[in-house]
T-cell receptor, first 111, second 114 residues
Framework: RKEVEQDPGPFNVPEGATVAFNCTYS??????FFWYRQDCRKEPKLLMS???SGNEDGRFTAQLNRASQYISLLIRDSKLSDSATYLC????????????FGSGTRLQVQP | DAGVIQSPRHEVTEMGQEVTLRCKPI?????LFWYRQTMMRGLELLIY????????DSGMPEDRFSAKMPNASFSTLKIQPSEPRDSAVYFC????????????FGDGTRLSIL
């Protein structure tokens, strides 16, 4: 099982739609969680941290489910500019003691 | 504020040549990370430093790869000799206070080994 697993997609949605991605992680002791966004041929950029109680930033909502070991990202009212790859990032607290990136979920918002 | 600065942006060289990638982290960040990204393998952590000291280099592919951080504002990743399979985008990232903080990435170096 991969340490951090995401559905690669692509998710093709119309403008204005609501879309959600999940990401599962293998280490129950993981403490830190983030969502990053990566545009084609660009660097990953922090979208939002994920807090235990869930958190919202405008149209974006992130949630953590420790019991089932997954985090989620919900995007409401999708814009064309939301088209990108969304990377789930987890601090695995393994011997490597560093953040582990998922392989990403690709979102394509269509007009 | 200046972000993470990487150079060069693009590098094309022939196999067997030495390649040196450079990174200047965000001022005040004390953790620095080198990543490699390819379509096949995604984003892979190669090595990371905390307070200029290498903490984990288990991601470095082989002895041809080496990284240094002589001071808080500069790091290099060197490949010698380079091989075509080293072709990838290499990202440098930095963060505050260790691995629990979000990382900020540079624009990357797009490396092509012919």
């Amino acid at each position: 099982r991969k340490e951090v697993e995401q559905d690669p997609g692509p998710f093709n949605v119309p403008e204005g739609a609501t879309v959600a991605f999940n990401c599962t992680y293998s280490n129950s002791a993981s403490q830190s969680f983030f969502w990053y966004r990566q545009d084609c041929r660009k660097e990953p950029k922090l979208l939002m941290s994920v807090y235990s109680s869930g958190n919202e930033d405008g149209r974006f909502t992130a949630q953590l489910n420790r019991a089932s070991q997954y985090i989620s990202l919900l995007i409401r009212d999708s814009k064309l500019s939301d088209s990108a790859t969304y990377l789930c990032v987890v601090n695995m607290y393994t011997g490597r003691r560093a953040l582990t990136f998922g392989s990403g979920t690709r979102l394509q918002v269509q007009p | 504020d200046a972000g993470v600065i990487q150079s060069p942006r693009h590098e094309v060289t022939e196999m067997g040549q030495e390649v040196t990638l450079r990174c200047k982290p965000i001022s005040g960040h004390n953790s620095l990370f080198w990543y490699r990204q390819t379509m096949m393998r995604g984003l892979e952590l190669l090595i990371y430093f905390n307070n200029n000291v290498p903490i984990d280099d288990s991601g470095m592919p082989e002895d041809r790869f080496s990284a240094k951080m002589p001071n808080a504002s500069f790091s290099t990743l060197k490949i010698q000799p380079s091989e075509p399979r080293d072709s990838a985008v290499y990202f440098c990232a930095s963060s505050q206070q260790g691995v629990n903080q979000p990382q900020h990435f540079g624009d990357g170096t797009r490396l092509s080994i012919l």
